[in-house]
């Protein structure tokens, strides 16, 4: 009688340099493609992000294979050394920041991929906590919270963003009806008070020879504001200049670049530079002339831009980042994000979120208390 052969059981893989990462690239979007779909969750993304921000990070990439070998599940993360006041810590962080908007665990099984990730990462003692920042409520990270809390390890929940969104309608006659009279109203009038002082022209660049140059005027004028004044611009340093750079010549290579521009007798007062992908558009920096506030150009923008989005098809308008109160004039929805926190199981890592998450919240209640 011939013997049966097994087929492998689904195995977890650490990818730990950047060469075996570039070669997951078909596989991984493949995954995101199935999965979340989700423009930040891309390979290309991942990997423009790690050049700029983290080119000589500790890459700790976990992957999950099937019995078949296929790519399943993947966990993006990086091995550092931070502080927790005070306190070296050796951390697993996702390899993300506020530029990245968004971060999730990508699998098609979620809940099977958190249990063998988790299992994974506690056969090692070179970490003290697992850090995932702004992963969406209810996203495929969250799996991996629910794991860790059956395991009797310390977590912990820090919200984050609430990012505003507008659904789209089929036609910017259904949208406008949704916007309240005054503000309307508002608009209407500060576009004659900007006609005024020269002729405005609406502009959207995808691409082109001249893409470096319309990009320069967008970052010039992103700087010229307070932005520039904190130093938080794209082009104030070389990371997110590189970052935004290759950002957008991949955007525009692939078709998802979307530079908006108000322009008042050539010159741009009004900016918003985004991407698009799987019916949706992203809002990434947004920038305008303050020394023309009272025309409020990036509001007008905003209405040139959700009238062009409306007329290309698109589902939906993501504001990215936090909760402004200029995004909510024009929606009443949020999605919201937080941080994750998982801590390893020793005496030490526990130590670090019961500090986190009890003692020191606890302490800063009282204290809060006491003033009063």
């Given amino acids: 009688m011939e013997a049966r052969k097994l087929s492998p059981a689904p195995s977890v893989q650490e990818v730990t340099d950047r060469a075996a990462f570039m070669a997951l690239e078909p596989e991984w979007n493949a995954l995101v493609d199935a999965t ?6 891309r390979h290309e993304f991942l990997r423009i992000w790690i050049d700029n921000f983290a080119p000589s990070a500790r890459l700790r990439i976990l992957t999950l294979r099937d019995s078949e070998g296929r790519l399943t599940a993947a966990l993006p993360l990086m091995a550092e050394r931070t502080t927790m006041y005070g306190i070296p810590v050796r ?13 999730d665990l990508i ?6 991929a958190a249990a063998m990730f988790l299992s994974w990462l506690r056969m090692s003692r070179d970490w003290d906590v697992l850090r995932l920042t702004d992963v969406p409520e209810g996203g495929a990270g969250w799996g991996l919270l629910e794991e860790a809390k059956n395991a009797k390890l310390a ?14 309608p089929s036609t910017w006659e259904a949208y406008q009806a949704t916007l309240q009279s005054k503000f309307k109203a508002n608009c209407r009038r500060r576009r004659k008070k900007l006609e005024e002082k020269g002729q405005v022209k609406f502009e959207r660049v995808d691409g082109g020879l001249d893409l470096e140059s319309k990009l320069e005027e967008g970052f010039a004028l992103e700087q010229s504001g307070w932005k520039g004044e904190r130093g938080t611009a794209m082009a104030q340093s070389a990371s997110t200049r590189g970052f935004y750079t290759e950002l957008a010549r ?15 007798d050539g010159r741009p007062v009004a900016f918003q530079y985004g991407l698009t992908y799987g019916g949706r558009y992203f ?7 303050e020394s023309l506030k009272e025309c409020s150009p990036g509001q007008l923008l905003m209405d040139e831009v959700l009238a062009d989005c409306i007329s290309r098809g698109l589902r939906e308008f993501d504001f990215l980042g936090p909760d402004m109160v200029w995004k909510r004039d024009w929606t009443d929805k949020v999605r919201r994000h937080h941080w994750l926190f998982i801590f390893n199981d020793s005496a030490f890592a526990r130590a670090l979120g019961a500090a986190k998450f009890r003692w020191v919240p606890t302490a800063r209640e009282v204290v809060a208390r006491w003033k009063k």
């Fill in 283 to 289: 809002l990434l920096k947004p920038g305008y002339d």
């Fill in 107 to 112: 699998a098609h099984e979620p809940e099977a």
């Fill in 155 to 168: 977590t912990g929940v820090w919200d984050s963003l609430q990012s505003p969104y507008v659904p789209l």
């Fill in 250 to 264: 991949d955007a525009a290579y692939s078709g998802r670049l979307s530079l908006y521009y108000l322009r008042l």
């Fill in 91 to 103: 951390q697993l962080a996702a390899t993300a920041n506020p530029h990245s908007c968004r971060f």
């Fill in 36 to 41: 979340s779909n989700e423009l930040f969750y």
